[in-house]
C-alpha cells in the first residue's frame, strides 16, 4: 500500500504562483510513475503532469511552460510548481501514483486532494 498527502493549496491572484507537495510513504518501491490531476467543479479529472521513475515528464497543454514537476527523492516528495496561474486553473489538485504489486501490474493510488483557487 501507499499513501499519499497533498499540501499546498490555497487562494491565489491571477499571474500568481503555489507550489503543491505530494508525501508518499508506504511501498514506495512499488511506485514506476507519479503525476498531479486536476478536478474543476463540473468537469472530469484531468491529468495536469506526470513523472515517470526514470525522469521523463509530460505534461498537459493547458499548463505547458507554466507548470513544472519535480521530485526530491530524499523526502518522497513530489512538486508541481505553478506559475502565471489562470483562473482557469482553479480546480481540486490529486497526486497520483502508478505502481505494481504481486498479481497486479498496475495499480493506482490517489491523495486526498488540495484545492487551489486562482481569483481576484
Known amino acids: 500500500q501507499v499513501q499519499l498527502v497533498e499540501s499546498g493549496g490555497g487562494l491565489v491572484q491571477p499571474g500568481g504562483a503555489l507550489r503543491l507537495s505530494c508525501v508518499a510513504s508506504g511501498s514506495i518501491s512499488s511506485i514506476y510513475a507519479m503525476g498531479w490531476y486536476r478536478q474543476a467543479p463540473g468537469k472530469q479529472r484531468e491529468l495536469v503532469a506526470g513523472?515517470?521513475?526514470?525522469?521523463?515528464?509530460n505534461y498537459a497543454d493547458s499548463v505547458k511552460g507554466r507548470f513544472t514537476i519535480s521530485r526530491e527523492n530524499s523526502k518522497n516528495t513530489v512538486y508541481l510548481q505553478m506559475n502565471s496561474l489562470k483562473p482557469e486553473d482553479t480546480a481540486v489538485y490529486y497526486c497520483n501514483a502508478d505502481g505494481v504489486v504481486p498479481g497486479n501490474p498496475h495499480i493506482e493510488y490517489w491523495g486526498q486532494g488540495t484545492l487551489v483557487t486562482v481569483s481576484e
Open positions: 513523472l515517470t521513475s526514470s525522469g521523463s515528464t
